[in-house]
């Protein structure tokens, strides 16, 4: 694991210096291109210098004659910045790729390959011992930073210059660890000494020369170092955190002084998280403060009118929050405690930065994110107490939110609300009720977990929507929704409960009148949501989807699930839950018309009516053993089509006289393919004249309609 990390540490920070590398020479090349064009702006126009004032006062813009600042100038600017991305410049650049900067480095491995290759063949006629081989490795090192050091000063060898420098401590760096885990020449206290001093400098090197490649090395070595002593010697944990501590206060004064390199701040920090996780097993709680307030007080006096800063602080605290769990796994009123004083500490900063609207959000934020561990830490063991909280302080953060009109309060109301509700997933009893004949109906756990969960969604939805801000309406809107959601979840778990309690030994009793509740629960939430969806919020699109996804799977299921009822014994004809169940559809299939410019949940409404008139008469044969009573069904279809058909005709309503068409034309397809073949010669008889009349008077009906 830790070779892992290793691994990808250097293989990122060498893309890092090589995308540095990559940007530092383009600017280079445009600044020299820049400065060569205006050197010989000035030697070769001398009547420059006679068309400019002679003045020892500054001169201003308006000093300057037109035909200098809008021909010449121009001209030369334009000349140098094409001189810079012109094809011979990019052909350049491409070969400097190679030439000046890979295979420098390429070379400077090679060269290491071959010495070593090289000891290897003189050593059997020169004897190395382990203290020659280590001065020898301390001198290389230091050849090479001379040399690194001294070709530095020349502009065009300042790549080049940087590969010695990084070789030069790599290789100092390994002598030092040979030294003491191969000759065990030094002990810890000499290895640590030895690994900080090369590590200040190659830290100084990097600020003082600039250079991308000094402050890669730096990192690699400031993890290596630990890691190694980690593997060689019996080091306490908090010893090996104080040097990660180290290694992040190197980091921020690097960047203090290198404001554009910033960003090695934030993979500095995820670096020493991984490497506590993997090296550090009991931490002394000052440690992971220690290093929190490193970066609290870099953000604050340093880096304080930096708006992109702003991820490094959540990261801070999520790193502060993953040490706590590393240290305090078993108790976890210790992090809550530490989150309490770290959410006291933001909650100071933010009203000493309310003049900085910026900052004081950023803060503002944090403390709210420590107090939500706080609750979530110290109630781990109580998710009851977890819900009620929650959801009063979204109640309060909905008050301050819509009195002060800010909006990211507002935003927190919905993440706490909904951290709420789902604190109640875990609470026995809430889902799943372990002795069904113990239940209690109403009066239960789940109505004191749901209780709070509504009432802070309606609380919240009442102080949000008295704002005139739409920001704040859509956020109201949401918590209608949630309440409205959350009272339809809680009144199925608590039917279904109190049916199956019912019909305790009933089974199939129960599990039918379960599914017809749910249907109508279902066909309730959807007309609920339609509702809703009038409302012109952000919400509206999401509300659409959800409506119509409910109204698809309510019809399906309650299709599906009330084909015969259950048990037959129990069947009172139209006077029963599966018919409630179907009306309560045909009203939702009716409400959506009302919302929709199409036709379709007319017709559906009408196709709800014609299965339910079928079942109906089904179970009507079925309870009473009607003899032959399949006609009846053909006679339940023809009076129901006719029925609609006359109520189109009557009324003018186009969609009824076709869906009664309809329903005339699956009739007489049944009478004449099934009946007349199925059943004895007088119920024939009786499913005929029924037809027939029905289709007269509905003949004689729509004739007298249409001559008026």
Same mark, same amino acid.
């Given at each position: 694991?830790?070779?892992?990390?290793?691994?990808?540490?250097?293989?990122?920070?060498?893309?890092?210096?090589?995308?540095?590398?990559?940007?530092?020479?383009?600017?280079?090349?445009?600044?020299?291109?820049?400065?060569?064009?205006?050197?010989?702006?000035?030697? $070769?126009?001398?009547?420059?210098?006679?068309?400019?004032?002679?003045?020892?006062?500054?001169?201003?813009?308006?000093?300057?004659?037109?035909?200098?600042?809008?021909?010449?100038?121009?001209?030369?600017?334009?000349?140098?910045?094409?001189?810079?991305?012109?094809?011979?410049?990019?052909?350049?650049?491409?070969?400097?790729?190679?030439? /000046?900067?890979?295979?420098?480095?390429?070379?400077?491995?090679?060269?290491?390959?071959?010495?070593?290759?090289?000891?290897?063949?003189?050593?059997?006629?020169?004897?190395?011992?382990?203290?020659?081989?280590?001065?020898? $490795?301390?001198?290389?090192?230091? $050849?090479?930073?001379?040399?690194?050091?001294?070709?530095?000063?020349?502009?065009?060898?300042?790549?080049?210059?940087?590969?010695?420098?990084?070789?030069? #401590?790599?290789?100092?760096?390994?002598?030092?660890?040979?030294?003491?885990?191969?000759?065990?020449?030094?002990?810890?206290?000499?290895?640590?000494?030895?690994?900080?001093?090369? %590590?200040?400098?190659?830290?100084?090197?990097?600020?003082?020369?600039?250079?991308?490649?000094?402050?890669?090395?730096?990192?690699?070595?400031?993890?290596?170092?630990?890691?190694? %002593? @980690?593997?060689?010697?019996?080091?306490?944990?908090?010893?090996?955190?104080?040097?990660?501590?180290?290694?992040?206060?190197?980091?921020?004064?690097?960047?203090?002084?290198?404001?554009?390199?910033?960003?090695?701040?934030?993979?500095?920090?995820?670096?020493?998280?991984?490497? *506590?996780?993997?090296?550090?097993?009991?931490?002394?709680?000052?440690?992971?403060?220690?290093?929190?307030?490193?970066?609290?007080?870099?953000?604050?006096?340093?880096? *304080?009118?930096?708006?992109?800063?702003?991820?490094? @602080?959540?990261?801070?605290?999520?790193?502060?929050?993953?040490?706590?769990?590393?240290?305090?796994?078993?108790?976890?009123?210790?992090? $809550?405690?530490?989150?309490?004083?770290?959410?006291?500490?933001?909650? &100071?900063?933010?009203?000493?930065?309310?003049?900085?609207?910026?900052?004081?959000?950023? =803060?503002?934020?944090?403390?709210?994110?420590?107090?939500?561990?706080?609750?979530?830490?110290?109630?781990?063991?109580?998710?009851?107490?977890?819900?009620?909280?929650? *959801?009063?302080?979204?109640?309060?953060?909905? =008050?301050?939110?819509?009195? =002060?009109?800010?909006?990211?309060?507002?935003?927190?109301?919905?993440?706490?609300?909904?951290?709420?509700?789902?604190?109640?997933?875990?609470?026995?009893?809430?889902?799943?009720?372990?002795?069904?004949?113990?239940?209690?109906?109403?009066?239960?756990?789940?109505?004191?977990?749901?209780?709070?969960?509504?009432?802070?969604?309606?609380? !919240?939805?009442?102080?949000?929507?008295?704002?005139?801000?739409?920001?704040?309406?859509?956020? *109201?809107?949401?918590?209608?929704?949630?309440?409205?959601?959350?009272?339809?979840?809680?009144?199925?778990?608590?039917?279904?409960?109190? &049916?199956?309690?019912?019909?305790?030994?009933? @089974?199939?009793?129960?599990?039918?009148?379960?599914?017809?509740?749910?249907?109508?629960? /279902? #066909?309730?939430?959807? &007309?609920?949501?339609?509702?809703?969806?009038?409302?012109?919020?952000?919400?509206?699109?999401?509300?659409?989807?959800?409506?119509?996804?409910?109204?698809?799977?309510?019809?399906?299921?309650?299709?599906?699930?009330?084909?015969?009822?259950?048990?037959?014994?129990?069947?009172?004809?139209?006077?029963?839950?599966?018919?409630?169940?179907?009306?309560? /559809?045909?009203?939702?299939?009716?409400?959506? @018309?009302?919302?929709?410019?199409?036709?379709?949940?007319? =017709?559906?409404?009408?196709?709800?009516?014609?299965?339910?008139?079928?079942?109906?008469?089904?179970?009507?044969?079925?309870?009473?053993?009607?003899?032959?009573?399949?006609?009846?069904?053909?006679?339940?279809?023809?009076?129901?089509?006719?029925?609609?058909?006359?109520?189109?005709?009557?009324?003018?309503?186009?969609?009824?006289?076709?869906c009664g068409i309809g329903f005339c034309i699956l009739s007489i397809i049944r009478i004449f393919i099934y009946d007349l073949a199925n059943i004895d010669i007088?119920?024939? #008889?009786?499913?005929?004249?029924?037809? /027939?009349?029905?289709?007269?008077?509905?003949?004689?009906?729509?004739?007298?309609? !249409?001559?008026?």
């Open positions: 694991m830790t070779a892992v990390v290793i691994v990808l540490m250097i293989i990122w920070l060498c893309i890092l210096q090589r995308n540095l590398s990559d940007l530092s020479d383009s600017i280079k090349e445009l600044k020299s291109a820049l400065l060569k064009s205006n050197a010989d702006e000035q030697e $070769g126009t001398p009547e420059l210098s006679e068309k400019l004032p002679q003045s020892d006062e500054p001169l201003s813009i308006s000093d300057i004659p037109d035909d200098v600042v809008f021909n010449k100038k121009i001209d030369k600017i334009q000349q140098a910045a094409e001189s810079v991305i012109k094809p011979e410049t990019c052909k350049k650049s491409f070969e400097n790729l190679f030439l /000046g900067n890979i295979f420098n480095k390429i070379g400077a491995l090679a060269i290491l390959v071959g010495l070593i290759i090289l000891i290897k063949i003189v050593s059997p006629f020169i004897v190395f011992t382990p203290q020659l081989k280590i001065i020898l $490795g301390y001198l290389a090192g230091l $050849g090479l930073i001379a040399g690194g050091l001294k070709l530095h000063s020349k502009e065009n060898m300042q790549n080049y210059a940087e590969v010695l420098l990084g070789t030069g #401590f790599g290789a100092m760096f390994i002598s030092t660890y040979c030294a003491s885990a191969l000759f065990k020449f030094f002990n810890f206290t000499h290895t640590i000494i030895i690994a900080t001093l090369l %590590l200040l400098a190659a830290f100084y090197l990097a600020d003082k020369l600039k250079t991308i490649s000094m402050l890669v090395i730096s990192l690699v070595a400031s993890y290596l170092t630990p890691i190694f %002593l @980690n593997s060689e010697f019996d080091v306490p944990s908090n010893f090996l955190f104080g040097y990660l501590i180290f290694i992040n206060i190197l980091s921020l004064a690097y960047t203090c002084r290198n404001k554009s390199r910033e960003i090695v701040n934030t993979v500095n920090l995820c670096i020493t998280l991984a490497a *506590a996780l993997i090296l550090c097993y009991d931490i002394n709680l000052v440690l992971p403060l220690i290093l929190w307030a490193l970066y609290l007080i870099y953000d604050l006096f340093i880096s *304080a009118d930096k708006s992109d800063n702003k991820a490094l @602080n959540y990261i801070n605290l999520a790193v502060l929050t993953c040490l706590l769990l590393k240290t305090f796994t078993h108790d976890f009123r210790i992090i $809550g405690y530490t989150e309490l004083a770290v959410a006291f500490v933001y909650s &100071i900063i933010t009203y000493l930065k309310k003049s900085a609207p910026e900052t004081f959000k950023n =803060y503002l934020n944090l403390s709210l994110a420590a107090a939500f561990l706080m609750v979530f830490f110290i109630c781990d063991e109580s998710p009851t107490t977890k819900c009620y909280v929650w *959801a009063v302080e979204s109640v309060v953060l909905a =008050y301050y939110a819509y009195r =002060y009109k800010m909006q990211n309060i507002a935003k927190w109301t919905v993440l706490i609300w909904a951290a709420a509700a789902f604190s109640i997933i875990p609470v026995d009893g809430v889902f799943a009720i372990k002795s069904i004949k113990n239940f209690t109906p109403v009066w239960n756990v789940r109505l004191l977990m749901f209780m709070p969960v509504i009432l802070s969604s309606a609380a !919240s939805y009442y102080l949000l929507s008295k704002s005139d801000d739409k920001k704040f309406i859509n956020l *109201a809107e949401s918590f209608k929704f949630a309440c409205i959601t959350s009272i339809y979840f809680y009144m199925g778990l608590e039917l279904n409960n109190i &049916i199956t309690q019912r019909f305790v030994g009933e @089974n199939t009793s129960a599990h039918f009148i379960n599914n017809m509740t749910n249907a109508i629960l /279902g #066909f309730a939430y959807t &007309i609920s949501l339609k509702r809703l969806n009038t409302i012109d919020s952000d919400l509206k699109p999401f509300v659409s989807i959800l409506a119509a996804i409910a109204g698809i799977f309510s019809a399906l299921f309650l299709i599906f699930t009330g084909v015969h009822y259950s048990p037959i014994k129990a069947f009172i004809p139209v006077i029963n839950i599966r018919a409630a169940a179907f009306l309560l /559809g045909i009203a939702a299939c009716i409400v959506y @018309n009302k919302f929709s410019e199409k036709d379709f949940y007319k =017709y559906l409404a009408m196709i709800f009516g014609f299965i339910l008139v079928h079942y109906e008469i089904v179970d009507v044969i079925s309870k009473y053993s009607i003899t032959d009573g399949e006609y009846l069904i053909s006679v339940a279809w023809i009076l129901y089509s006719g029925i609609i058909t006359t109520i189109g005709i009557l009324k003018n309503k186009s969609w009824l006289k076709i007088l119920y024939k #008889f009786i499913a005929i004249i029924t037809l /027939g009349i029905i289709l007269m008077i509905l003949s004689y009906l729509y004739n007298k309609k !249409s001559s008026k």
